[in-house]
């Protein structure tokens, strides 16, 4: 039986985000040890790399609001996990992927709101026959193919650790026409009574692709 696990179960502060903010190798994680995205390394650097992943279909839920608050986070995951433990149009159980990867893409104008999305990976051996969540605040997506500047770090982030992964990938990365700044995914790849930890940021290369609205 998958056990659940939170995505963040530590107490976090409430965070509001604005507007402002070489040879190629095919791999996973190595950490992983479940259903995880393929990635090909496109370029490595000191303390970040550069993936190019190929597209993927999740299933999904979102927020949008100018609070993120833990009992957001936790509704929203137990919410996925409910669909692969039985809540589709199979009543079928589903394997737990990794990683729980979570989009933020940040508001615009005065209210500041900013849309917070919850993702997991579908199978492999399920991305062509999936079923459909019962619960119509979940949904399947495909997630285009697209090349992702990605820093890794181990520990037990808070949300706010995970803003300070992303501004730090962003500058070093230095040159702000190299990725999209409009949105970022976090990963986290373990539960929470993992000992080795393994946590990513991902900043969208330009390269190539489309800037995401959500």
Known sequence: ?????????????????????????KS????????????TTVQSFKDYE???????????????TMEYTDDINREMFFRL?????????????????APVLRTVIHGQGPTCEATFITHFMIPHNMQTNTPTP????AYLVTIPGKNFY???????PTDQDFVEKVEELAQEIG????????????????????????????????????????
């Not at 949105?183 to 995401?212: C, K, Q």
């Open 81 to 97: 996990f409910y669909y692969i433990s039985g809540n589709n149009s199979a009543a079928m159980k589903i394997p737990m992927t």
């Open 50 to 64: 550069l993936r190019k992943y190929d597209a993927l279909k999740w299933v999904a839920t979102n927020v949008t």
């Open 28 to 39: 996973t994680v190595t950490i992983c040890y479940s259903n995880c995205p393929n990635f």
């Open 1 to 25: 039986m998958v056990q659940p696990y939170i995505y963040n179960r530590q107490k976090v502060p409430t965070i509001i985000i604005c507007g402002e903010i070489n040879e190629h190798k």
């Open 150 to 156: 990605v820093k890794s770090f181990p520990g037990r």
């Open 175 to 214: 040159n702000p026409n190299l990725y999209l700044d409009n949105y970022y995914f976090t990963a986290s790849y373990d539960g929470p009574y993992a000992i080795h930890r393994h946590n990513e940021v991902w900043l969208e290369s330009t390269s190539g692709v489309s800037r995401m609205l959500g």
């Open 134 to 137: 019962t619960d119509p605040k």
